[in-house]
């Protein structure tokens, strides 16, 4: 994961100069409620992020809207990294909270051209605990979910 960690207030973040045009960004694609620009750190070439204009920390601050406009730049975004890259593979990463490997606390998502070996890991430690447990998560997420 990015060493980089922005710790800017709201409002003065790194990506939200980036989207009043404060600092220069090798842009992408803008609309109404997105922006896309490359990642200064391209993991493989044609990484690219794609951040809400509004200054928004987390995916739990976003709007509807505004989550379902990251996601529809996000899929445009990759068909044009793999039309212009033509990448073997493309992987969407999106993080939230330091202990989620957030780094800069204004939303984005990360568009990322991959190749074999290319060197990016994520430990996925699976625990498989018995169905019945499973079934216990799911209805504590109905009850939250039902409740509106
Ligand atoms: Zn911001």
């Given at each position: 994961?990015?060493?980089?960690?922005?710790?800017?207030?709201?409002?003065?973040?790194?990506?939200?100069?980036?989207?009043?045009?404060?600092?220069p960004?090798?842009?992408?694609?803008?609309?109404?409620?997105?922006?896309?620009?490359?990642?200064i750190?391209?993991?493989?070439p044609?990484?690219?992020?794609?951040?809400?204009?509004?200054?928004?920390?987390?995916?739990?601050?976003?709007?509807?809207?505004?989550?379902?406009?990251?996601?529809?730049?996000?899929?445009?975004?990759?068909l044009?990294?793999?039309?212009?890259?033509?990448?073997?593979?493309?992987?969407?990463?999106?993080?939230?909270?330091?202990?989620?490997?957030?780094?800069?606390?204004?939303?984005?998502?990360?568009v990322?051209?991959?190749?074999?070996?290319?060197?990016?890991?994520?430990?996925?430690?699976?625990?498989?605990?018995?169905?019945?447990?499973?079934?216990?998560?799911?209805?504590?997420?109905?009850?939250?979910?039902?409740?509106?």
């Open positions: 994961m990015p060493m980089f960690v922005d710790t800017s207030p709201p409002g003065q973040c790194i990506f939200c100069r980036l989207v009043a045009g404060e600092i960004a090798a842009r992408v694609h803008e609309d109404e409620l997105t922006l896309a620009f490359m990642d750190g391209q993991v493989n044609g990484h690219v992020l794609v951040a809400v204009k509004r200054h928004a920390a987390t995916l739990l601050d976003l709007t509807e809207e505004e989550a379902a406009a990251a996601m529809r730049t996000a899929r445009r975004v990759a044009a990294v793999r039309e212009a890259f033509d990448p073997p593979g493309i992987t969407l990463l999106q993080a939230n909270g330091k202990e989620g490997d957030q780094t800069v606390f204004h939303f984005h998502l990360h990322v051209s991959r190749h074999g070996d290319d060197g990016i890991a994520l430990s996925w430690p699976r625990k498989d605990p018995p169905f019945a447990v499973l079934q216990g998560y799911a209805e504590r997420l109905r009850g939250v979910l039902a409740a509106g």
